[in-house]
């Protein structure tokens, strides 16, 4: 039982990092001049997000997500 809590603990640590590296490879929301610059170009990628490198970014982070939230879950459990 020691051994398998290790192996989702030594998890869930890899979760996080990778959790790290995917938002910090995002690019922020800018609301500023580059924003408004880039206002028409925004309705040709808002239909392709899914394919962009962005979508496949995000996509990656809610998986993540879930899979953290369900391994933070199942560590705190009390049958360790």
Do not use: P
């Not at 869930?12 to 408004?36: D, N, P, R, T, Y």
């Amino acid at each position: 039982m020691a051994a398998l809590k290790i192996a989702i603990t030594v998890l869930f640590i890899i979760i996080c990092i990778f959790l790290s590296v995917v938002i910090l490879m995002q690019e922020g929301k800018s609301a500023g001049l580059s924003g408004a610059i880039n206002g028409m170009a925004d309705s040709y990628w808002g239909h392709n997000k899914g394919r962009s490198m962005e979508g496949k970014l995000e996509r990656l982070t809610k998986i993540g997500a879930f899979l953290w939230i369900i391994l933070a879950f199942v560590l705190n459990l009390k049958i360790w």
